[in-house]
């Protein structure tokens, strides 16, 4: 029994070596022909996934009067392919008024209610093949408000972001949740001073106007309120408030101006209708002012305020 | 006599002088938005708005002037935070103003108009300088009707360390005049490329109330029966109110790495904060009154 358990253990050793060995032999000599049993796997092209499209950090739109201001679309963009479809791949951010459709801004962009970007800043580090970016638009002052008081106000703004990978596969997203565009009330005065020059008593400026000039800074309709913030002083002598007049046509003193007060007055015929473009919409009035008789003589100061009244 | 015909030569040819020089910078100037529509008030409302004095250029401070036009009997109702005079700083292009409506609960019924203006003060003198104005209107009109309206303005899925719980930060904007809540809300899990579902919540309390008028900004946890590992995943939260889905957001965020020292600093600032304020406060009160006996001792 015991020398059939060494001859056991001997065949078994000498014919695993033998196995063994041919298993080498036959690698080693006839690897060259042959047939690997081969896996494999092919990975197919998964479309870009767009997500958490917020507009101006989930926060209604404050316009800058008479000048642009910055508003950012964020969105994340994703693709199963790696971050390589992201970094390669192309964008088109639409930002526009709710009305307008995002295909109708896509074929026709403009500074009133729709505006697109071909790019964006990363805001993150590609991981995963997750990116985080940031699209920034220059909005104009006088972009269409869509708050309660506008003329849109039935719509807001939206943003838009569609992504295209290299393989053309593409992924959008809206924002989530629209967003107000608030109503702009500004105005510009070109003018810095009125200067009437040297007058003695008893006389006024007669035909020799003085001009301002103001313009619309912002996106409505805008009237115009006048009044004295100071009236005009020298020491402890003053020139009545009433003494300035003011127009929105020339006239020769007093004519057809308006007595200035203290109060703001709302000035007749004067309308400053919201831009549509950065070509201004502007409207002047004229001054005119007289001084009393026995009016001491000295340097005269005051303030006028030019105060924008929503229409 | 001299000095008197002199007077009265003076009278006679008083000049009034202007200067030219015009140091003033100019800079548009407006409000946005100009009104304050409140329309859904009820005896005992508060009501808050933002607005914001606006300008192209900031290069200096600007001096600010603001008075409130308002009528009996809503002349106490009315107030903003920056008071009659004060100054928007340089380099500042909005500045906000917070207006606030208290309706007494024995208002009457009614619609009231008033008005805000804010006055630039002109930043030379020596001349007619003109200062630039905006008028903020304001209409209140008060009801005995319920009126509901409310946006969730913002939901975030921050970023959270593994074995956590999924978070939603929510902005929720009330508008309407009675207090809000979600009813359930229900956050599904999905793996990084979006195509296993992983887990499935349904959470029915613990959503906080908006009152009327206001926003609230919090976090809701949702716990799941599925250690998330470090890594990627998709998270799909749908918020219900009244049997109906009023807002939902689909995104991805991550499950960082966490060690003992940050779960430690996390716990401590989610649990022990208070205890940690007073423990510091403690012991700089304990370090006073040591430095002041040393000091009496030491005399």
């Known amino acids: ?311 | 006599m001299r000095p008197i015909s002199f007077i009265a030569v003076s009278i006679a040819f008083v000049a009034v002088f202007f200067f030219m020089p015009a140091a003033i910078t100019h800079a548009a100037f407006g409000v946005s938005p100009p009104f304050v529509n409140a329309d859904h008030l009820v005896p005992g409302s508060t009501f808050t708005q933002t607005i914001y004095l606006v300008r192209d250029n900031a290069d200096q401070d600007v001096k600010i002037q603001a008075s409130l036009q308002l009528a009996d009997p809503i002349k106490n109702w009315v107030s903003f935070d920056q008071g009659s005079s004060f100054t928007i700083p340089a380099g500042m292009h909005q500045f906000p103003v917070t207006i606030s409506v208290s309706v007494p609960k024995d208002a009457g019924l009614g619609i009231y108009h008033g008005s805000l203006t804010f006055n630039t003060a002109p930043a030379s003198a020596g001349q007619v300088t003109i200062a630039l104005g905006a008028q903020v209107e304001i209409n209140l009109t008060i009801g005995n009707n319920v009126y509901e309206n409310y946006v969730v303005q913002r939901m975030t899925f921050p970023d959270i360390y593994e074995g956590e719980n999924p978070l939603v930060d929510v902005k929720f904007e009330n508008d309407g005049n009675v207090p809000e809540s979600f009813d359930s809300a229900v956050f599904e899990l999905y793996d990084q490329y979006d195509t296993v579902r992983l887990a499935y919540v349904q959470k029915n309390d613990g959503f906080p109330t908006t009152p009327a008028f206001s926003v609230k900004d919090y976090e809701l946890e949702f716990p799941i029966d599925f250690y998330m590992g470090v890594g990627q995943y998709w998270g799909f939260v749908t918020f219900y109110k009244n049997h109906q889905a009023v807002a939902s957001q689909k995104t991805v965020f991550n499950v960082l790495r966490s060690d003992w020292w940050s779960r430690f600093i996390r716990y401590v600032a989610k649990e022990w904060i208070w205890l940690l304020i007073a423990l510091v406060l403690l012991v700089g009160i304990v370090i006073a009154i040591v430095i002041r006996i040393r000091r009496s001792a030491a005399r």
């Open chain 1, 1 to 311: 029994m015991k020398n059939d358990a060494r001859l056991a253990t001997a065949v078994y050793v000498i014919v695993s070596t033998v196995m063994i060995g041919t298993f080498f032999v036959s690698q080693t000599i006839l690897g060259a022909t042959s047939t690997n049993v081969t896996s494999q796997v092919i990975v197919g092209i998964a479309a870009p996934a767009v997500s958490a499209v917020t507009l101006n950090h989930s926060a209604a739109i404050v316009l800058n009067p008479n000048t642009t201001t910055n508003v950012d679309v964020n969105a994340t963009i994703s693709d199963a392919n790696g971050c390589s479809e992201i970094t390669t791949g192309t964008t088109t951010v639409l930002l526009f008024r709710s009305g307008v459709t995002s295909s109708t801004c896509l074929s026709s962009p403009n500074t009133l209610n729709c505006y697109v970007a071909t790019a964006f800043t990363a805001s993150s580090s590609c991981s995963s093949g997750s990116q985080n970016t940031t699209t920034t638009f220059a909005v104009q002052y006088f972009a269409q408000g869509t708050d309660v008081s506008s003329t849109a106000s039935s719509d807001d703004w939206d943003a838009t972001v569609i992504f295209r990978t290299p393989d053309n596969t593409t992924g959008s997203a809206d924002a989530n949740p629209h967003e107000e565009l608030n109503t702009l009330l500004a105005l510009n005065v070109t003018t810095s001073t009125i200067n009437y020059g040297t007058l003695s008593a008893n006389s006024n400026s007669g035909a020799t106007d003085q001009v301002v000039t103001s313009t619309n800074a912002g996106n409505c309709t805008t009237s115009l309120q006048l009044s004295a913030l100071q009236t005009l002083t020298s020491g402890a002598n003053t020139i009545p408030t009433s003494s300035q007049g003011y127009s929105t046509s020339t006239f020769t003193y007093p004519g057809t101006s308006t007595a200035l007060t203290g109060s703001p007055v709302t000035v007749g015929g004067f309308k400053l209708v919201g831009p549509t473009s950065t070509t201004n919409v502007a409207q002047a009035t004229f001054w005119g002012v007289a001084v009393p008789n026995n009016q001491p003589t000295g340097t005269y100061t005051g303030t006028n305020v030019f105060q924008a009244l929503f229409q």
